[in-house]
């Protein structure tokens, strides 16, 4: 079947055998956790997708990295949302040493390369669960004592929390002048201080390891925090208008994924040669359309509020099809699929995630507004 095609082949490019190594396994089992899917994530390559090639990883763009993101999704829904968080860190610390030396050469250089040849996973904790909670005010604190910088609080949920080799966490640190500014922390996960403990209560994607990780007095080499231009107007700056087009993408690509596995299933169903697959595949596929565009664009134009703005509007696009389509692809099923077997509904319960990740249509509905009178956008 040519659905989901280039995103398969995608996939296999970046990641090859990791398709197979899924396949052995039934759905439940890849979405318990532990998940047999994050070592074979590993075994594959997946996380120097995004590492640059100079650096020892894969190098994948924008538009490489959404395909291989849905064709995860179809695969693991778990593994789509926990690596997304890795790869989202890694874009950061990407652009950030970009940024620092204007080459790519920057501090962040040699752990990229660790990423890249060792596999490891990093987490990240960038953004809260709370309802109402600005994603750019995290609930983590540091301060500066002496030579170090020590920082205390939790992240919850937070993906790849038992598996993670690194914790990639945003901090609230004063700068020279008292001025609160947002800074990413950089935290070994057998750091003394880091703590992992229960907090993911459903069976829902569990495989992602969304735990809450808690952080008592954790102390850490200045060099291991960078501190950027964001203050408490939550204007972001460069570095988090990047951070946040690969978050909304990724996450946008991954969840588009599952319900493509969902619409598979409808398709694939015995006596289904002559279904119409119109209305199972043309939204899903449609949305991500949408999301490819601004891939494309990002590989060929400023990545300034404009771009972010149109991440947004593909990711809020691709959860009203992901509705539309789960709810018809179990009407398609029908009764007697959903009884004999969890899976049609599992798929659908779990690709509804996306309207629960920051930042909420809801919330972004003041800021959207104001960007369309000439405000600068605010990430509420």
Sequence with gaps: MNFLHQERSALQTFMPGLDASLARYPLAELERAPSPAIPAFREAGGPGLLVPARHGGAGAGPLEAVRVQRAVGALCPSLAVATTMHHFSIAGLVQAAAHATGDGDGPEAPL????????????????????????????????????????????????????????????ALADETGTERLAIALIPAKTPGVEVRPFWGTPVLAGAESDRVVLTDVELDPEMVL???????????????????????????????????????????????????????????????????????????????????????????AQDAIARTTRDCLAAL??????????????????????FHPPSRARMAGPLRGFLDGAPLRIG
């Design 227 to 317: 501190v950027t231009e964001v203050t408490a107007d939550a204007v972001p700056d460069a570095l988090n208008t990047a951070g946040f087009l690969w978050f909304e993408l990724l996450l946008t690509a991954g969840y588009l994924g599952v319900a493509s596995a969902l619409a598979a299933r409808v398709l694939e169903r015995p006596g289904a040669a002559d279904t119409d697959p119109t209305p199972f595949t043309v939204g899903l596929d449609a949305a991500m359309l949408a999301v490819e565009a601004v891939a494309r664009a990002m590989e060929a134009e400023e990545w300034d509020d404009t771009l972010l703005v149109s991440a947004l509007t593909a990711r809020y696009a």
């Design 112 to 171: 990229l390369e660790a990423v890249a040849k060792d596999g490891l996973l990093v987490a990240s904790g960038f953004a809260e669960g709370n309802t109402g909670q600005n994603i750019l005010r995290p609930h983590i604190t540091a301060e500066r004592r002496g030579g170090r910088v020590v920082v205390n609080g939790s992240k919850m949920p937070c993906s790849l929390s038992r598996s993670m080799d690194l914790l990639t966490a945003s901090v």
């Design 334 to 355: 029908g009764g007697m699929a959903f009884i004999s077997s969890p899976d049609g509904a599992y798929l659908a319960s779990a690709a509804t995630g996306l309207t």
